[in-house]
């Protein structure tokens, strides 16, 4: 009996009546020839390679691909009992395992399978029919087990994308009904929790509004706990009274000493409305710029600004900025996903004029109308071309009119 190439593993396992890939690992060249026998007589369409030993095995599994099935004997050169099963699901975990016992090895076999193997078969009593059953239930069993692990992973992000949408995004904080503030957040096609986009809106006891958009560089749940922690310190910065530089100082801090990784930044935006409601008073570090709408126009305001939160720590300045408005006037903020979808061939992007025309043809809408339908025109045109790749956190913001 020749080693065969052992076929590639790759995707759905295969239907019963598709040949199947078998890897035999026994030492005893009798019993190897006695299942070639028996494969031969099996209805049970099938590529056998032998390997004498695990480690073997191994080095056919490291060259080219194991087995969608291991006929495992528990008595190698190189390992015993359950010993050689822990090995072998260690070297070849995406692969169904049969362990081959003998007379007296019932009780191991049923040990095997507790340990992780699919099904054990007993050299003894082998026969065609039997041999072809076990291969069969052994796949079959191991599609169930990767369907199960794949439901649970999915309930698990849910649950995780659960607690981090709560921290990320929580509800303003507003002590009455004089200000205004529609939100809106759409997670990225790419990513399978939410990312490091966050948001916040307060209100104090003096009755200013205070706000912030941010965005943590990166994707994945490191990033998004990092977001969860620079909202939290940024909402008690607030309650505590710290403003302007002096907040994005204490957030930097607060960055460098929670990150794990050095190359970890964030950007943000952070704005202060005073109740007299003559002006907005801004402080940027290294965010995009926003959008003004006053007089049924949208025009662009990006004031000057500071280096991103954890580029150079501790030698970054910024400046606040004041923006005075009108009774009419909202401030709409966001994340730079709003804008940096790829809208045509070639990585054409929407950019912020595409993304200021698209605001512009929409000037006469609502609040929530005018934030939707944005977000969903900037969401169809990237659609042809993937998608959007980046989170989307928009805060739209105004001072409610008074009779």
């Known amino acids: 009996m020749g080693r065969a190439p052992v076929p590639t593993q790759g995707g759905d396992l295969p239907a019963t009546e598709q040949e199947v890939s078998l890897l035999l690992i026994e030492d005893d060249a009798g019993d190897a020839l006695l299942f070639e026998e028996v494969l031969a007589d099996a209805e049970l369409p099938a590529r056998l390679t032998w390997c004498k030993s695990l480690a073997?095995?191994?080095?056919?599994?490291?060259?080219?691909?194991?087995?969608?099935?291991?006929?495992?004997?528990?008595?190698?050169?190189?390992?015993?009992?359950?010993?050689?099963?822990?090995?072998?699901?260690?070297?070849?975990?995406?692969?169904?395992?049969?362990?081959?016992?003998?007379?007296?090895?019932?009780p191991t076999g049923l040990a095997a399978v507790a340990e992780g193997a699919e099904d054990y078969l007993s050299k003894t009593q082998l026969t065609s029919e039997g041999l072809s059953r076990a291969v069969r239930y052994a796949l079959q069993r191991k599609q169930v087990q990767r369907a199960t692990a794949a439901l649970?992973?999915?309930?698990?992000?849910?649950?995780?994308?659960?607690?981090?949408?709560?921290?990320?995004?929580?509800?303003?904080?507003?002590?009455?009904?004089?200000?205004?503030?529609?939100?809106?957040?759409?997670?990225?096609?790419?990513?399978?929790v939410l990312g490091g986009d966050f948001y916040d809106?307060?209100?104090?006891?003096?009755?200013?509004?205070?706000?912030?958009?941010?965005?943590?560089?990166?994707?994945?749940?490191?990033?998004?706990?990092?977001?969860?922690?620079?909202?939290?310190?940024?909402?008690a910065a607030v309650m505590s009274g710290r403003t302007g530089p002096d907040q994005l100082r204490l957030l930097e801090e607060i960055l460098a000493a929670e990150r794990g990784e050095d190359q970890l930044f964030a950007t943000l935006v952070s704005c202060v409305f005073p109740p007299d409601r003559s002006c907005v008073r801004v402080v940027r570090a290294g965010h995009p710029g926003m959008m003004l709408r006053a007089g049924g126009r949208v025009t662009w305001y990006e004031p000057p600004g500071g280096m991103a939160l954890g580029f150079l720590p501790g030698q970054a300045r910024w400046s606040e900025h004041t923006l005075p408005i009108t009774p009419d006037t909202s401030l709409v903020a966001f994340t730079d996903g709003l804008f940096e979808g790829r809208t045509g061939p070639g990585g054409q992007r929407l950019g912020e004029d595409g993304l200021l025309g698209a605001a512009q043809r929409h000037a006469h809408l609502p609040p929530q109308e005018f934030v939707d339908t944005v977000v969903d025109e900037v969401s169809a045109a990237a659609a042809p071309y993937g998608g959007l790749s980046d989170d989307i956190a928009v805060l739209h913001m105004n001072w409610e009119h008074t009779a």
């Open 56 to 106: 073997e095995a191994e080095a056919v599994t490291e060259e080219r691909g194991t087995g969608l099935c291991v006929l495992l004997d528990l008595h190698l050169p190189d390992a015993q009992g359950l010993a050689a099963v822990r090995r072998t699901l260690s070297f070849a975990p995406e692969a169904a395992v049969v362990v081959l016992t003998g007379l007296a090895d019932g």
């Open 152 to 192: 649970q992973a999915v309930r698990l992000r849910a649950q995780e994308n659960t607690r981090l949408e709560r921290g990320l995004l929580p509800v303003p904080l507003l002590r009455g009904d004089d200000f205004s503030v529609v939100a809106r957040y759409e997670p990225g096609r790419t990513h399978g």
């Open 201 to 235: 809106v307060v209100q104090t006891e003096d009755g200013s509004v205070h706000s912030v958009v941010g965005d943590v560089s990166g994707h994945g749940p490191v990033e998004a706990a990092l977001g969860v922690c620079l909202r939290v310190a940024w909402r």
